[in-house]
C-alpha cells in the first residue's frame, strides 16, 4: 500500500506560481511512475505531468514550457512547479503512482488539492 498526501494548492492571479508536494508513504516498487493529475468541473481527469523512477518526464501539450515535475527519491517526494498559470489551469490536482510490476500497475492516488487561477 501506499498512501499519497499533497500540499501547497490555493488562489493565485493569473501569470502566478505555486509550487506543489506529494509525499509517498509506504512501499514504492524499485519500477516506479510518480505523476499529476487535474479534474476541472464538468471535465474528465486529465494527466497533466509524470516521471519515471528513470527520471523520464511526460508532459500535457498545454502544460510544456510552463510546468516542471522533479521528485526526490530519497523524500519519497514528487514536486509540480507551475509558472505563468492561466485560469484554465484551475482544477482539482491529484497526486499519482503507479507501482509497476511485471504484466502491470498498482495505481494509487492522493486525496486532492484545488488551485484556483483568478483572470
Known amino acids: 500500500q501506499v498512501q499519497l498526501v499533497e500540499s501547497g494548492g490555493g488562489l493565485v492571479q493569473a501569470g502566478g506560481s505555486l509550487r506543489l508536494s506529494c509525499v509517498a508513504s509506504g512501499r514504492l516498487f524499485s519500477s516506479n511512475t510518480m505523476g499529476w493529475y487535474r479534474q476541472a468541473p464538468g471535465k474528465q481527469r486529465e494527466l497533466v505531468a509524470e516521471?519515471?523512477?528513470?527520471?523520464?518526464?511526460n508532459y500535457a501539450d498545454s502544460v510544456k514550457g510552463r510546468l516542471t515535475i522533479s521528485r526526490d527519491n530519497a523524500k519519497n517526494t514528487v514536486y509540480l512547479q507551475m509558472n505563468s498559470l492561466r485560469p484554465e489551469d484551475t482544477a482539482v490536482y491529484y497526486c499519482?503512482?503507479?507501482?509497476?510490476?511485471?504484466?502491470?500497475?498498482?495505481?494509487?492516488w492522493g486525496q486532492g488539492t484545488q488551485v484556483t487561477v483568478s483572470s
Open positions: 499519482n503512482v503507479k507501482n509497476w510490476w511485471s504484466t502491470g500497475f498498482y495505481d494509487y
Open positions: 516521471v519515471t523512477s528513470g527520471s523520464s518526464t
